[in-house]
C-alpha cells in the first residue's frame, strides 16, 4: 500500500493554514478599505454640497450637523486672504466617529458673497 505519511499531512495541512489565514487577513483589510474611503467620500460629498449651498454662505454659524448624515459635523473658519484684500479662505471641516477622523475643504471667496 501507497499513502501518505502523518508528517507530510501535517506539513501540508499547516501551508494551508497559513495561506488560508494570509487570504483572510488581507479580505479584512481591504474591506476596511473600503469603508474607510466610503465615509471619507460621503463627507467629502456632503462639504462640497454645504459649501455650494448659497444660502449657507450668508448663515453666521460657525458649527452644526448635516440634515441628511447626522453622524457628521461642520465646523467653518473665515479668514481674510493678506496678499488679496475682498477674498476670504473659507476652511470647512466635516468630523465623523466622535472627531477622531475629519476631512477639510478649502475654499476662496469674495467678502461680498457671503453677505
Do not use: C
Amino acid at each position: 500500500m501507497r499513502g501518505f505519511t502523518l508528517l507530510e499531512v501535517m506539513i501540508a495541512l499547516a501551508i494551508a493554514a497559513g495561506v488560508l489565514l494570509t487570504v483572510i487577513s488581507s479580505l479584512n483589510y481591504n474591506l476596511a478599505l473600503v469603508s474607510s474611503d466610503a465615509e471619507e467620500t460621503t463627507a467629502v460629498l456632503a462639504g462640497r454640497a454645504k459649501l455650494d449651498d448659497p444660502e449657507f454662505a450668508k448663515t453666521q454659524d460657525t458649527e452644526g450637523t448635516f440634515k441628511e448624515h447626522p453622524e457628521l459635523k461642520w465646523g467653518r473658519e473665515i479668514t481674510p486672504v493678506p496678499d488679496l484684500p475682498g477674498l476670504n479662505r473659507i476652511v470647512l471641516t466635516v468630523s465623523w466617529d466622535d472627531g477622531k477622523k475629519k476631512v477639510s475643504l478649502v475654499q476662496y471667496a469674495a467678502k461680498n458673497a457671503q453677505q
